[in-house]
């Protein structure tokens, strides 16, 4: 099932909540009273009585988790779109991140906890913004789109991805060994680097760390919008609309862009590889003095 959809929660007094989802896990923070507890009671609601009075419109199936049988439902249940309360406990263990992240469903989280076991974008954090009857969603955290040179730069990528940012920016860019650790080199004058699509669970540490930060979708992503792959219709929807390309069993945006940068330099002499990083993504063409399927004398490196 494709990870965008639109949904419209009302009920006979006309309460509405407006709600798009782009990815496989929603999450909605925020106070109390602030509308998060009737969302989920209205879905709830929805699916127990249909003298409830509530009316659902989306293109697939949203319904309430509970503690209940959950287990049951994501081995089972498919092309759905679950939305979870506070008071649901699993959503914080191993357990659970194991079998949403296998279920081809997606996920609309009411939390206040971080949820490290489950990769999701620091981009799908909202909170809900109200005007009377009516409710969306809107993100807490701002874009962390652009790259600045810093006096220091620490990126969660190790190997190719460090080698990148290294052949750009010389040893000023060292390597915090994965996301968890990121916010632990912050300080002034540094920036910190990191895949963006999974690192939802830590993105207020490193705002409190008052450093920059450069947050794109991952780095093979950013590797995909390298001009070499300007011509390639894949890339350019997937550019475009993300949220319709990926689909709710591929997990992640990082695991999507890896597989699809991978089998397409399959067998061409700018073969990606996460462990060494390829000559070609860093020099200009041809590196090689050879011609491939992605030759161009415009390569971008950003």
Same mark, same amino acid.
């Not at 409710?135 to 790259?147: A, G, N, Q, V």
């Given at each position: 099932?494709?990870?965008?959809?639109?949904?419209?929660?009302?009920?006979?007094? *006309?309460?509405?909540?407006?709600?798009?989802?782009?990815?496989?896990?929603? +999450?909605?923070?925020?106070?109390?009273? =602030?509308?998060?507890?009737?969302?989920?009671?209205?879905?709830?609601?929805?699916?127990?009585?249909?003298?409830?009075?509530?009316? &659902?419109?989306? *293109?697939?199936?949203?319904?309430?988790?509970?503690?209940?049988? #959950?287990?049951?439902? $994501?081995?089972?249940?498919?092309?759905?779109?679950?939305?979870? *309360?506070?008071?649901?406990?699993?959503?914080?263990?191993?357990?659970?991140?194991? +079998?949403?992240?296998?279920?081809?469903?997606?996920?609309?989280?009411?939390?206040?906890?971080?949820?490290?076991?489950?990769?999701?974008?620091?981009?799908?954090?909202?909170?809900?913004?109200?005007?009377?009857?009516?409710?969306? $969603?809107?993100?807490?955290?701002? %874009?962390?789109? =652009?790259?600045?040179?810093? %006096?220091?730069?620490?990126?969660? %990528?190790?190997?190719?991805?460090?080698? #990148? #940012?290294?052949? $750009?920016?010389?040893?000023?860019? =060292?390597?915090?060994?994965?996301?968890?650790?990121?916010?632990?080199?912050?300080?002034?004058?540094?920036?910190?680097?990191?895949?963006?699509?999974?690192?939802?669970?830590?993105?207020?540490?490193?705002?409190?760390?008052?450093?920059?930060?450069? +947050?794109?979708?991952?780095?093979?992503?950013?590797?995909?919008?390298?001009?070499?792959?300007?011509?390639?219709?894949?890339?350019?929807?997937?550019?475009?609309?993300?949220?319709?390309?990926?689909?709710?069993?591929?997990?992640?945006?990082?695991?999507?862009?890896?597989?699809?940068?991978?089998?397409?330099?399959?067998?061409?002499?700018?073969?990606?590889?996460?462990?060494? +990083?390829?000559?070609?993504?860093?020099?200009?063409?041809?590196?090689?003095?050879?011609?491939? %399927?992605?030759?161009?004398?415009?390569?971008? &490196?950003?």
């Amino acid at each position: 099932m494709e990870t965008q959809h639109d949904i419209l929660v009302q009920n006979k007094r *006309d309460i509405q909540f407006k709600i798009t989802i782009n990815r496989k896990f929603t +999450l909605i923070r925020g106070d109390s009273a =602030t509308g998060k507890s009737t969302l989920f009671q209205m879905v709830s609601d929805a699916g127990t009585s249909a003298q409830a009075g509530i009316n &659902i419109a989306c *293109d697939v199936p949203v319904v309430a988790l509970h503690e209940t049988g #959950y287990k049951y439902e $994501l081995s089972n249940e498919n092309g759905k779109i679950y939305i979870i *309360d506070e008071d649901f406990s699993p959503v914080k263990t191993k357990e659970f991140a194991v +079998l949403a992240l296998k279920s081809d469903n997606c996920f609309i989280i009411i939390t206040r906890e971080s949820l490290p076991s489950i990769p999701y974008s620091y981009k799908e954090i909202y909170k809900i913004k109200t005007s009377g009857k009516y409710h969306s $969603l809107e993100r807490i955290y701002m %874009d962390y789109d =652009t790259i600045t040179e810093m %006096d220091k730069m620490v990126t969660e %990528d190790e190997d190719s991805g460090l080698a #990148y #940012y290294q052949a $750009l920016y010389g040893d000023k860019v =060292t390597t915090s060994h994965g996301n968890s650790n990121l916010s632990k080199y912050g300080a002034q004058n540094t920036l910190l680097i990191g895949d963006g699509c999974a690192i939802g669970a830590y993105i207020q540490d490193l705002v409190l760390t008052g450093s920059a930060l450069y +947050l794109p979708e991952s780095f093979e992503w950013k590797l995909l919008k390298n001009g070499m792959f300007a011509k390639c219709e894949k890339v350019k929807e997937l550019v475009a609309n993300p949220g319709k390309m990926i689909e709710a069993t591929q997990i992640s945006m990082e695991r999507y862009c890896t597989n699809l940068l991978i089998n397409m330099t399959a067998n061409t002499s700018a073969q990606y590889s996460k462990s060494k +990083l390829n000559d070609c993504y860093i020099k200009p063409c041809c590196c090689k003095g050879t011609m491939c %399927d992605f030759y161009t004398r415009n390569k971008t &490196i950003e």
